[in-house]
């Protein structure tokens, strides 16, 4: 059984960054495509990023592209997402999420495995 844990949020201020990290136990990681995703609590999930197993290419939404960093880290099992210039319109809960799809989807609903989620709140 697939399990991916997410940590790293918490409250920080407009400008600061955070690196999120996602560690997966079980399946097969270092194959798996895997995508960063967020909910603020008035919102539908919003796709962030996804990088492809191989850690050689990765998609952004382009409200994040150019601030946030997705990479990871097959001998860990680990995921990461760098959050750089934080604004209080980043605060929402962050998940990350396994697909078995081999191309890079920005679709919730396409992603198999989901984290309980880590929350990330900018004050301005």
């Known amino acids: 059984q697939v399990q991916l844990v997410e940590s790293g949020g918490g409250l920080v201020q407009a400008g600061d960054s955070l690196n999120l990290s996602c560690a997966v136990s079980?399946?097969?990681?270092?194959?798996?495509?895997m995508g960063w995703f967020r909910q603020a609590s008035w919102k539908e999930r919003e796709f962030l990023a996804v990088?492809?197993?191989?850690?050689?290419?990765?998609y952004y939404e382009d409200s994040v592209k150019g601030r946030f960093t997705i990479s990871r880290d097959n001998a860990k099992n680990t995921v990461y997402l760098q959050m750089n210039s934080l604004k209080p319109e980043d605060t929402a809960v962050y998940y990350c999420?396994?697909?078995?799809?081999?191309?890079?989807?920005?679709?919730?609903?396409?992603?198999?495995?989901w984290g309980q989620g880590t929350q990330v709140t900018v004050s301005s």
């Open positions: 999420a396994a697909t078995t799809r081999t191309y890079l989807p920005t679709k919730a609903r396409v992603y198999d495995y």
């Open positions: 079980g399946g097969t990681f270092s194959s798996t495509n």
């Open positions: 990088i492809r197993w191989t850690g050689g290419s990765a």
